[in-house]
């Protein structure tokens, strides 16, 4: 069972990147779906997610405006569009999904991770 997640690399700051993150194993069309970061030194945190059906959608403050979630269910597949990139937004990518839809921008409650992605935004 995998969640591969995809697209990342480097960056200027303002740029934009797309990121997307791809099941394998199993089928993921019935979970929630998140995208978390991890920076150097820092812990795991919440960037978007959105519901199963994909009518919910979830952001982070610091993200919000600037990056874009979306999912494809006959692709079984995740995106993350992320615009006007700042050199804060450096970080590993992970995504993740989770059976319930409830609590979905709480990283404690996924159920499945993927192997991380790279970003690197230079000032």
């Known amino acids: 069972v995998q969640l591969q997640a995809s697209g990342g690399g480097l960056v200027q700051s303002g740029g934009s990147l797309g990121l997307s993150c791809a099941a394998s194993?199993?089928?993921?069309?019935?979970?929630?779906k998140g995208w978390f970061r991890q920076a150097p030194g820092k812990e795991r945190e919440f960037v978007a997610s959105i519901s199963w059906g994909g009518s919910r959608t979830y952001y982070a403050d610091s993200v919000k405006g600037r990056f874009t979630i979306s999912r494809d269910n006959a692709k079984d597949t995740v995106y993350l569009q992320m615009n006007s990139l700042k050199p804060e937004d450096t970080a590993v990518y992970y995504c993740?999904?989770?059976?319930?839809?409830?609590?979905?921008?709480?990283?404690?409650?996924?159920?499945?991770w993927g192997r991380g992605t790279q970003v690197t935004v230079s000032s």
């Open positions: 993740a999904a989770k059976y319930s839809d409830a609590d979905i921008t709480r990283l404690p409650t996924y159920d499945y």
């Open positions: 194993g199993r089928t993921f069309t019935t979970y929630a």
